[in-house]
């Protein structure tokens, strides 16, 4: 092996593509990569509450076999023995998937979902699953019954670490894994990614298989990689995308570059900053940090542009008809069973699905149409329209109102099809992340993350580490 890391680099807060160079190079090994995450996630996972299960022995080995394989010259790819967490919706044969439901606790999975193969298969290591709220329909990242991952960012009062890809966030925010899976139905991959500080990429539908996911909304649910930098969430999407014979949706998507080009810069790139009314309602700091965003990229060379939208950003908030009737397609009848150990607020939730008619349901995919040819429009000559990722910065946990939703500026991206990439750009007095969302057309998640890589090449809010 040649010369290892230095002694004062803890390979538990390398980013991703760090670690995969230092193990791909043999100046770091797979097993100490993993002991050093299993060490920091014994010692902070307790306070935190980011995993449902962590797969210690299982991980162990899988690590002692890929040191074996590369060391023997016999590695199946730049990834192999990276570590990796997964949402508590993702199937592993023989691994119970609860989808953050106490009253799925004794579901072991048949199979593992398509996105879990393409990664072992990859010789990634799966160190555990994280928590999400319950079926992933939520906002703000809490769960009653198995618990709410907190937000690393302030020690002394519990805040919301953003859902529904709670645990996966909190994770990646605290170093317990490189980079994890998150899903996003309206907001659950970049909700966490801006409560925590973190970088995520919502994928356009069907670009990623949701094959042995358990489903929300089979009209929106799309998963994506959730990581401490752009460069990481990129690496970890080429390895997840593409078709999948499984999943219907996957099917005539044309796949991605098998890695985007990140580093074309911004110059030339017309982007849009939101319309003026949309500033009413969020945070000065946030605000303040969005301004900060635009002026970053100006200087990089983008020309930044005034845009009319045929809708405000509260309408998709308020249509939920989509969303409503397909998870009650799905989980309806363990809310109406009250047996069953659900969150009222959830069970609610799903309950209001009953009352969607099929007339309703048609209307509402009608709207998505109309609205989806509008923004095309609008947006004919624009690369990528910037918004805030969420109002404010965390929010306490005590006093939280649920029937409040974070996702005013997330939810229109799933309704209309768009990925999205979320970002950290600043932080409040207090020291609590704030984000910039970067919104592009479907199946333009190369635009999203080459913007992102250029920012993060001149900023370094997403170096910066919560205090633990």
């Given at each position: 092996?040649?010369?290892?890391?230095?002694?004062?680099?803890?390979?538990?807060?390398?980013?991703?593509?760090?670690?995969?160079r230092?193990?791909?190079?043999?100046?770091?090994?797979?097993?100490?990569?993993?002991?050093?995450?299993?060490?920091?996630?014994?010692?902070?996972?307790?306070?935190?509450?980011?995993?449902?299960?962590?797969?210690?022995?299982?991980?162990?080995?899988?690590?002692e076999?890929?040191?074996?394989?590369?060391?023997?010259?016999?590695?199946?790819?730049?990834?192999?023995?990276?570590?990796?967490?997964?949402?508590?919706?993702?199937?592993?044969?023989?691994?119970?998937?609860?989808?953050?439901?106490?009253?799925?606790?004794?579901?072991?999975?048949?199979?593992?979902?398509?996105?879990?193969?393409?990664?072992?298969?990859?010789?990634?290591?799966?160190?555990?699953?994280?928590?999400?709220?319950?079926?992933?329909?939520?906002?703000?990242?809490?769960?009653?019954?198995?618990?709410?991952?907190?937000?690393?960012?302030?020690?002394?009062?519990?805040?919301?670490?953003?859902?529904s890809?709670?645990?996966?966030?909190?994770?990646?925010?605290?170093?317990?894994?490189?980079?994890?899976?998150?899903?996003?139905?309206?907001?659950?991959?970049?909700?966490?990614?801006?409560?925590?500080?973190?970088?995520?990429?919502?994928?356009?539908?069907?670009?990623?298989?949701?094959?042995?996911?358990?489903?929300?909304?089979?009209?929106?649910?799309?998963?994506?990689?959730?990581?401490?930098?752009?460069?990481?969430?990129?690496?970890?999407?080429?390895?997840?995308?593409?078709?999948?014979?499984?999943?219907?949706?996957?099917?005539?998507?044309?796949?991605?570059?098998?890695?985007?080009?990140?580093?074309?810069?911004?110059?030339?790139?017309?982007?849009?900053?939101?319309?003026?009314?949309?500033?009413?309602?969020?945070?000065?700091?946030?605000?303040?940090a969005?301004d900060?965003?635009?002026?970053?990229?100006?200087?990089?060379?983008?020309?930044?542009?005034?845009?009319?939208?045929?809708?405000?950003?509260?309408?998709?908030?308020?249509?939920?008809?989509?969303?409503?009737?397909?998870?009650?397609?799905?989980?309806?009848?363990?809310?109406?069973?009250?047996?069953?150990?659900?969150?009222?607020?959830?069970?609610?939730?799903?309950?209001?699905?009953?009352?969607?008619?099929?007339?309703?349901?048609l209307r509402?995919?009608?709207m998505?149409?109309?609205?989806?040819?509008?923004?095309?429009?609008?947006?004919?000559?624009?690369?990528?329209?910037?918004?805030?990722?969420?109002?404010?910065?965390?929010?306490?946990?005590?006093?939280?109102?649920?029937?409040?939703?974070?996702s005013?500026?997330?939810?229109?991206?799933?309704?209309?099809?768009?990925?999205?990439?979320?970002?950290p750009?600043?932080?409040?007095?207090?020291?609590?992340?704030?984000?910039?969302?970067?919104?592009?057309?479907?199946?333009?998640?190369?635009?999203?993350?080459?913007?992102?890589?250029?920012?993060?090449?001149?900023?370094?809010?997403?170096?910066?580490?919560?205090?633990?």
């Amino acid at each position: 092996m040649t010369d290892a890391l230095p002694a004062a680099t803890d390979p538990a807060l390398l980013p991703a593509h760090a670690l995969a160079r230092a193990i791909a190079a043999r100046r770091l090994s797979p097993v100490d990569a993993v002991e050093a995450l299993l060490a920091r996630i014994a010692a902070l996972e307790p306070r935190l509450n980011a995993f449902v299960e962590v797969y210690g022995e299982d991980a162990r080995l899988a690590a002692e076999g890929a040191d074996r394989a590369i060391r023997s010259g016999h590695a199946v790819g730049p990834l192999h023995g990276v570590p990796v967490a997964l949402k508590d919706l993702i199937d592993l044969e023989g691994r119970v998937t609860t989808g953050g439901s106490a009253a799925l606790r004794g579901r072991p999975a048949t199979a593992t979902a398509s996105i879990a193969r393409r990664m072992i298969a990859q010789g990634m290591i799966v160190l555990g699953k994280t928590h999400t709220v319950e079926f992933a329909f939520g906002g703000w990242g809490t769960n009653r019954h198995m618990g709410t991952p907190l937000n690393p960012w302030d020690p002394a009062q519990p805040r919301t670490p953003g859902g529904s890809s709670s645990g996966s966030g909190v994770a990646v925010a605290a170093g317990l894994t490189p980079w994890a899976i998150g899903t996003d139905t309206g907001g659950s991959v970049r909700l966490p990614a801006s409560f925590c500080g973190i970088t995520g990429l919502k994928t356009t539908i069907g670009r990623v298989s949701t094959a042995g996911i358990l489903p929300l909304s089979t009209t929106l649910d799309t998963p994506g990689p959730m990581a401490r930098c752009v460069e990481d969430c990129a690496l970890l999407y080429a390895v997840i995308q593409g078709p999948d014979p499984l999943d219907p949706n996957t099917r005539g998507v044309v796949p991605a570059d098998p890695m985007p080009h990140l580093d074309r810069g911004v110059r030339g790139l017309r982007l849009a900053r939101m319309p003026r009314a949309e500033r009413e309602g969020v945070a000065a700091e946030a605000l303040a940090a969005y301004d900060r965003s635009l002026e970053v990229l100006a200087r990089l060379g983008a020309e930044i542009v005034d845009v009319s939208l045929p809708f405000r950003f509260v309408d998709f908030v308020r249509s939920s008809a989509i969303l409503q009737a397909e998870a009650y397609l799905f989980d309806g009848h363990l809310a109406e069973d009250r047996t069953a150990q659900l969150d009222p607020d959830v069970r609610a939730r799903i309950l209001a699905g009953a009352g969607v008619s099929a007339q309703d349901y048609l209307r509402t995919r009608r709207m998505q149409q109309d609205m989806k040819r509008g923004l095309d429009k609008a947006l004919a000559d624009i690369d990528a329209l910037l918004t805030p990722t969420t109002e404010t910065a965390a929010l306490p946990l005590a006093g939280l109102d649920q029937d409040v939703v974070p996702s005013r500026f997330t939810r229109f991206v799933n309704l209309l099809e768009m990925c999205a990439l979320a970002l950290p750009n600043g932080f409040t007095a207090g020291g609590l992340p704030l984000s910039l969302q970067i919104c592009c057309r479907g199946y333009d998640e190369a635009t999203a993350l080459r913007i992102g890589q250029a920012y993060q090449q001149a900023t370094d809010w997403h170096q910066r580490r919560p205090p633990l």
